[in-house]
């Protein structure tokens, strides 16, 4: 990665494909089909600063869930690109959609909040903000939680998680609900809904996947190890390798990241009591 500002950084591009679950071979087929245009350095090398990075994440989307072609791909960028009415304001097309990113905007405009207010409230970029709010992807877990917290809400309530009265709940095997996708390489499935007391989810983390920085919130946490190996940093300064087979447990409040140091993925069992994330 480039170093820089927050705003400034930029990345190269087997990282940037990585972050938008693609190879670095589609990213440069992409650019041949017009439909990304990298930075390029003066010696030709090609860099993605955010926003390249949240289209990619948008363009990954439309091709995996959509399956449009490059034609109409290109065709709804174009329309993304001018879903402004002309004083500025957004449309608002959400019909009955409670996709997360749908929630979100509803929140947002219903305590009269601007996408750049939430911005400078959060650091959390408006092209971000504004990607997350149409695509429900492109927010790594640091971001989407400060953005939930910023608009009184979970990331639990956004996703649908605490629909229902909560109380009996049985989830059969591999026919979890799921979080929405944060960041590359997250999976996150529900293995216990309603309104309860804990949060009780199944983490599925490709090599490389993280938090993408330190979050905190009030309560506390439980990790199973089931396969793979994570590392947690606790207060920024304390770090702790699990294992399979390792459990874990911590106060909320304290600042903490993770992310998967194994060769492969890593599957693991994380509950959060109350609900507060």
Do not use: K, W
């Given at each position: 990665?480039?170093?820089?500002?927050?705003?400034d950084i930029r990345f190269k591009i087997a990282e940037a494909a990585r972050m938008a679950g693609v190879s670095p071979s589609t990213l440069r087929l992409w650019e041949s089909q017009d439909l990304?245009?990298?930075?390029?350095?003066?010696?030709?090398?090609?860099?993605?600063?955010?926003i390249l990075v949240d289209r990619l994440k948008h363009i990954a989307w439309l091709r995996s869930e959509k399956g449009l072609n490059p034609a109409a791909i290109r065709e709804t960028l174009r329309e993304r690109?001018?879903?402004?009415?002309?004083?500025?304001?957004?449309?608002?097309?959400?019909?009955?959609?409670?996709?997360p990113g749908t929630r979100m905007r509803r929140l947002r405009r219903e305590a009269g909040k601007t996408l750049e207010t939430v911005a400078q409230a959060t650091g959390v970029s408006v092209s971000?903000?504004?990607?997350?709010?149409r695509t429900s992807q492109g927010l790594s877990f640091t971001a989407l939680?400060?953005?939930?917290?910023?608009?009184?809400?979970?990331?639990?309530?956004?996703?649908?998680?605490?629909?229902?009265?909560?109380?009996?709940?049985?989830?059969r095997d591999g026919r979890w609900a799921s979080w929405p996708t944060t960041s590359s390489g997250v999976a996150v499935q529900v293995l216990a809904e309603g309104r309860n007391q804990?949060?009780?989810?199944?983490?599925?983390?490709?090599?490389?996947?993280?938090?993408?920085?330190?979050?905190q919130h009030e309560g506390e946490e439980f990790i199973h190890m089931l396969t793979g190996s994570l590392e947690i940093i606790l207060d920024g300064d304390q770090f702790f390798e699990?294992?399979?087979?390792d459990s874990f447990y911590f106060e909320s409040r304290r600042p903490h990241s993770w992310r998967n140091i194994s060769s492969g993925e890593t599957v693991l069992i994380w509950i959060n009591t109350p609900a507060t994330f």
């Open positions: 990665m480039i170093e820089g500002s927050v705003e990304i245009q990298p930075i390029r350095t003066p010696t030709g090398q090609r860099l993605y600063d955010r690109a001018t879903d402004v009415d002309e004083d500025g304001t957004e449309s608002d097309d959400d019909g009955g959609d409670i996709r971000q903000l504004s990607t997350f709010e939680h400060e953005v939930a917290r910023h608009l009184g809400t979970t990331l639990a309530s956004l996703s649908g998680q605490e629909e229902g009265r909560g109380g009996e709940s049985l989830i804990m949060e009780c989810n199944r983490f599925q983390l490709a090599p490389g996947a993280s938090s993408e920085g330190a979050y699990l294992h399979a087979g």
